[in-house]
Nanobody, 129 residues
Framework: QVQVVDSGGGLVQAGGSLRLSCVVS????????VGWFRRSPGKEREFVAA??????????AESVKGRFTISRDSANADYTVYLEMDSLRPEDTAEYYC????????????????????WGQGTQVTVSS
């Protein structure tokens, strides 16, 4: 049973940084793509960043490109993905969700939330002005 646990949110001033973590546990020997999404009050969930199992393929939303960095660590049986968020802005305030999906090709990612099967519970990021 695959489980996804996301954490690391908090309150930060504009211009500050936070690092979110996503642990994907219960994996088999399959490959997994991981994506980060966020939802602000009154808005639909939107794509933030994604990384392939190989770590080679990465994609960012235009609104976070150059400020956010997604990376992975698969040294252990669990698979951890980080989202380093720098130069945070008040408009980055949202509940952030990590999602994962078993894939066949190790370079596969998706920016579409319905692609992913396993979701974390969410972690709140609040950026004050």
């Amino acid at each position: 049973q695959v489980q996804v646990v996301d954490s690391g949110g908090g309150l930060v001033q504009a211009g500050g940084s936070l690092r979110l973590s996503c642990v994907v546990s219960g994996r088999t020997f399959s490959s997994y793509a991981v994506g980060w999404f966020r939802r602000s009050p009154g808005k639909e969930r939107e794509f933030v960043a994604a990384i392939s199992d190989s770590g080679i393929t990465r994609h960012y939303a235009e609104s976070v490109k150059g400020r956010f960095t997604i990376s992975r660590d698969s040294a252990n049986a669990d698979y951890t993905v980080y989202l380093e968020m720098d130069s945070l802005r008040p408009e980055d305030t949202a509940e952030y969700y990590c999602a994962s999906k078993e894939v066949v090709k190790v370079n596969t990612i998706s920016v579409v939330d319905t692609f992913y099967d396993y979701w974390g519970q969410g972690t709140q990021v609040t950026v004050s002005s």
